[in-house]
């Protein structure tokens, strides 16, 4: 038995979408959550991604917020099996936080179409596709992403890009001294300036968020005040953000509740910053990779 999810279609158009759920999805959806159900709705959602990915994806989208681990893995699955098809249906329905997530997969298996797209996308995305694209690639081999990055003639899109590679590039060393210092060197190296800063920004974000004592240690280090208030910046937004679980362990934050408005100030205390620069860290809006068209770096 095939069951039908009627769907609002975009604006643009006034038909009402209808697609059909494979009949192992709705059957494993009937299952208790669990390694179980698990066992048998990823292998059909896989299958489904690569048949039909623009009906997996509709469905995924629809699904409650108690599902987001399905509407996730979903999102996954579509960026793999077809990252251009995926990409270009949730752009055209403006889904800019689903598109994330799918850029990010489609880099991770194949980054040379997925740059290509980011290259021809519209302004109205173009921060949040180079910075996904920047995620996934990095995950993969920052060697790649950052010989990736060399193709870029526009210093938005490079800018966007130093930020991803770098907070990616920390995230995934986990804090690991030799390669936290790769990623300096790299971004230490980049020009024009407005494009260093990005990627120190990304470091910050990246790095600052779970080891507050070597991130204090290692911005300390940077000789000029410029790259010392861009990596700041990106401490204290990632601080500001919270966390949504406790971090463990003796070089990590001591608790969740460190990560608060008031520790920000409290953190960037300890940098030898004038208050104004201090005020002006605290108080500027947070970038993401979520963020979609040209966005305010810091300065």
């Known amino acids: 038995m095939v069951c039908l999810v009627t769907l609002p279609a975009p604006a643009a158009e006034s038909e009402k979408q209808t697609i059909k759920v494979p009949p192992e999805i709705e059957k494993a959806m009937q299952m208790p959550t669990g390694k179980g159900r698990e066992k048998v709705l990823n292998p059909a959602i896989v299958e489904w991604a690569k048949q039909d990915p623009t009906a997996a994806l509709a469905w995924a989208l629809e699904l409650p917020a108690s599902l987001n681990a399905v509407h996730l893995f979903t999102l996954a699955r579509c960026g793999e099996a077809h990252g251009k098809v995926s990409a270009d249906w949730l752009l055209q329905r403006k889904a800019y936080s689903k598109l994330h997530f799918v850029l990010c997969w489609w880099s991770q ?83 024009p300036k407005e494009v260093r800063l990005a990627g120190l920004y990304g470091i ?22 410029d790259e010392m208030r861009a990596a700041a910046y990106g401490v204290v937004k990632c601080i500001q953000m919270g966390l949504t679980e406790k971090q463990q362990g003796t070089e990590r934050a001591r608790d969740v509740e460190l990560y608060k408005p008031a520790y920000a100030k409290e953190w960037l205390d300890q940098l030898p910053l004038s208050d104004t620069e201090k005020t002006y860290i605290l108080n500027a809006p947070n970038i993401t990779q979520k963020d979609t068209g040209k966005v305010t770096w810091p300065k």
């Not at 590039?169 to 390669?179: Q, Y």
């Not at 790095?207 to 991130?215: D, E, H, K």
Request: charged share 20%; net charge neutral.
């Open 109 to 191: 298996l194949d980054p040379s179409p997925a740059l290509e797209w980011c290259m021809q996308a519209p302004d109205e995305a173009r921060h949040l596709s180079f910075a996904s694209l920047a995620n996934g690639w990095t995950y993969k081999d920052p060697k790649e992403a950052t010989a990736g990055f060399m193709k870029l003639k526009s210093m938005d899109d490079q800018c966007s890009m130093a930020y991803g590679i770098c907070k990616a590039w920390i995230w995934s060393t986990r804090g690991h001294p030799e390669l936290t210092s790769a990623a300096t060197t790299w971004a230490l190296a980049l020009e």
């Open 204 to 225: 910050g974000s990246g790095w600052g968020r779970c080891y507050l004592p070597s991130t204090t240690t290692w911005i300390k280090t940077l000789k000029n005040k």
